[in-house]
């Protein structure tokens, strides 16, 4: 995958319905390679058709080749080189823990929702035995239910009670929990847990015998599947391979139903993608969450290509660490890991001395390259200065991916050549198996998010009531829309919710506003979810406000919020201290940085600064905020963030509604009026 490219426009998709369409709709539109037919299997081998072939294909084609690895553990905060397992050793390790939870009944069947399904709960960060685990589950049938690793007890006892789970695999740092929840009788079904690798205490264990819980060590489960080995059983496209829970940024997660089918198609339809050009020979490395479909997803597509994936060691200060020792050439992150890196990066620069200038000098002509000439790199100053910001990430990266919220194109195209490398952007909603929309390498346009994948065809449905249509000036807008044989079937015991997201036609909606452009890429423009609206009949797109206030870099974290008996907005803020103490020293106040964040004269200060910088992003009046709360702690300290680090508006809304309540009750901190 080279990095200089070629600036023609990349098309994306094609309008298959020219006839006709109904009102209020746009044309129905899919990728040139499955404009005759949607892909819902391999089409080089049609008899892969659910992710235990894929595993089992793998499995065989790259028996020898190195899979899973491991940085060894050498003490506190000290780790060594990458170990790894072969494909080979990996399919014995599913087969003996697939067997030993058929043999022991850890996955009894559980009927429900006109289903039967056999769950086993995963409650633990990235490490190899999750995919050993993901693969055993494939292999027998069972169906594996993702908990994310930061969610609290009060969520992994709604996600126990609804599936009726009698087992979790986990890290020993989640056990006090489960058996606190059994004691409590909070988590009825549950029975046994398992824990990766750790030892756990002769306390946890008398506990656990206590209140009837079985505690079983990774190893132990080995020991019996290999003493107990099963045959593997049929698995039919249409069976549940996972059950995946959404990260909830509106309030109770939904319980995503996901088949083989669905992930075999959205795996086959990535295969298609040539320009990808994935092989056996690209290390992967896996940070973001597992428990979260698009970074999944993304390792079942490296499986299928025979790719070494290596684990993050599970701590955000040694990433950088397990990057020099993987040396990855694919890296999948989100816009918050993104712009740690671009901060740190910067900070760097700024350590250069004399350097600085003409480092600064040199992106700015690569970027004014990439604009110009879509190239990614300068064969000068790539030898002399970009080598050792790509270094810094192991050396050898072709290209990375970005998705789950919208990058800023300022970081995004500096990363691109600070790095010299294309950075695609995807968007995929978890119904959708998570690899919905994906840019080309080729391709470094911005504020877009590619074109479909083969597994789906997409529409946009008027949303009159936020005044996004199909005929609009500015291109067709309106809230996406897919279907296909990537899209989920239901939510698991919600059908109040399937109701409302997935339609008699197939049509997963999914409560995001887009717009289609000319080449048929789409961009994403707003969220339904995000809108609140005032007392004068405005609707407020509180993401897209947020992120218009973000290009200042005073903020840290933002929540914007208007109430609709109001005319105006209020919002919370997480400043960045050194900009806040710097302010304060001009203005002459003292006090510790708790004193100074409630300062009505440093509030009004901050607040008139942040609004320039929203007038400069060309906001309406009525989307800027009148008065303003300082917050020391972050919003993840305080649980309002997602796993990807989307903000939780309802949580957060509850969380500051005192502090809400108190800013309209004095009116605005700087202009108009009370209303």
Not at 1 to 20: F, Q, V, W
Not at 222 to 227: A, I
Request: proline fraction near 4%.
């Amino acid at each position: 995958m080279g990095c200089a490219h070629s600036k023609r426009k990349a098309l994306y998709a094609i309008p298959i319905n020219t006839d006709e369409k109904p009102e209020g709709e746009t044309h129905i539109y899919r990728p040139l390679t499955a404009k005759d037919g949607l892909v819902d299997c391999f089409r080089d081998d049609p008899s892969i058709k659910t992710v235990k072939d894929i595993y089992l294909r793998s499995f065989e084609k790259f028996a020898e080749r190195p899979f899973v690895g491991t940085r060894e553990h050498k003490g506190i905060d000290s780790f060594g080189e990458y170990k790894f397992k072969t494909y080979k050793q990996v399919q014995e390790i599913a087969r003996q823990i697939g067997s030993a939870i058929d043999h022991l009944s850890l996955a009894p069947i559980v009927r429900d929702d006109h289903m039967k399904n056999r769950f086993i709960g995963i409650w633990a960060k990235n490490r190899e035995e999750w995919i050993e685990l993901d693969a055993a589950c494939a292999l027998y049938n069972f169906t594996t239910v993702p908990i994310y690793a930061t969610l609290g007890p009060k969520i992994v006892k709604f996600i126990v009670s609804q599936t009726k789970m009698s087992t979790i695999f986990c890290t020993s740092d989640h056990v006090d929990d489960l058996i606190q929840g059994v004691k409590e009788g909070e988590l009825e079904t549950l029975k046994n847990v398992v824990i990766f690798g750790e030892k756990i205490g002769k306390s946890q264990h008398q506990q656990a015998e206590k209140y009837h819980l079985n505690l079983f060590l990774w190893e132990e489960l080995l020991e019996r599947g290999q003493d107990n080995m099963k045959d593997l059983p049929e698995v039919k496209p249409e069976d549940v391979y996972t059950l995946c829970y959404t990260s909830g940024t509106t309030g109770t997660p939904k319980g995503t139903i996901l088949t083989h089918r669905n992930q075999t198609a959205a795996i086959a339809a990535t295969n298609e993608r040539e320009d990808l050009k994935v092989d056996e020979n690209d290390v992967y490395y896996s940070y973001l969450p597992l428990a979260h479909c698009m970074e999944r997803s993304g390792i079942l597509y490296m499986i299928n290509k025979g790719t070494k994936v290596c684990f993050t060691t599970g701590e955000k200060r040694t990433m950088m660490e397990d990057l020099q020792a993987s040396k990855p050439t694919i890296f999948f992150g989100v816009p918050k890991v993104y712009m740690t890196i671009y901060n740190g990066i910067q900070k760097k620069i700024s350590q250069q001395g004399a350097m600085a200038p003409f480092i600064k000098m040199a992106i700015k002509q690569k970027l004014l390259n990439l604009k110009l000439r879509s190239k990614y790199t300068h064969a000068v100053y790539d030898k002399l200065i970009f080598n050792k910001f790509r270094a810094a990430m192991g050396g050898n990266l072709r290209y990375c991916a970005t998705g789950a919220a919208p990058l800023d194109p300022e970081i995004l195209n500096f990363l691109r050549v600070v790095w010299c490398i294309p950075i695609v952007e995807g968007y995929g909603p978890t119904e959708g198996c998570a690899i919905t929309f994906l840019t080309r390498p080729d391709d470094p346009t911005n504020r877009q998010v590619g074109g479909p994948m083969g597994c789906l065809e997409y529409k946009l449905v008027d949303e009159k009531e936020m005044k996004y249509t199909s005929k609009d000036k500015e291109g067709p807008r309106g809230e996406i829309c897919f279907r296909g044989p990537c899209a989920f079937p239901s939510y698991f015991k919600n059908p109040e919710k399937t109701k409302e997201g997935l339609d008699k036609d197939g049509w997963v909606h999914t409560g995001d506003i887009g717009m289609i452009n000319p080449n048929g890429s789409l961009s994403v423009i707003d969220k339904k979810k995000s809108m609140f609206k005032l007392a004068q009949g405005e609707y407020v797109a509180g993401d897209k406000v947020e992120e218009a206030y973000k290009k200042n870099d005073l903020i840290k974290e933002m929540f914007i919020y208007g109430d609709s008996s109001k005319s105006y907005l209020v919002t919370v803020v997480v400043p960045e201290q050194d900009k806040i103490e710097k302010i304060a020293s001009e203005m002459g106040l003292d006090g510790s940085y708790g004193d100074l964040l409630k300062n009505n004269d440093l509030k009004r200060r901050v607040l008139e600064d942040l609004n320039k910088t929203a007038e400069a992003q060309q906001l309406n009046g009525y989307e800027i905020a009148k008065h303003i709360c300082l917050e020391s702690k972050s919003f993840e300290e305080n649980d309002l963030m997602t796993p990807t680090q989307k903000l939780k508006r309802g949580d957060a809304k509850e969380k500051y509604s005192q502090i809400i309540e108190s800013m309209y009750e004095s009116g605005p901190l700087i202009g108009g009026d009370r209303q």
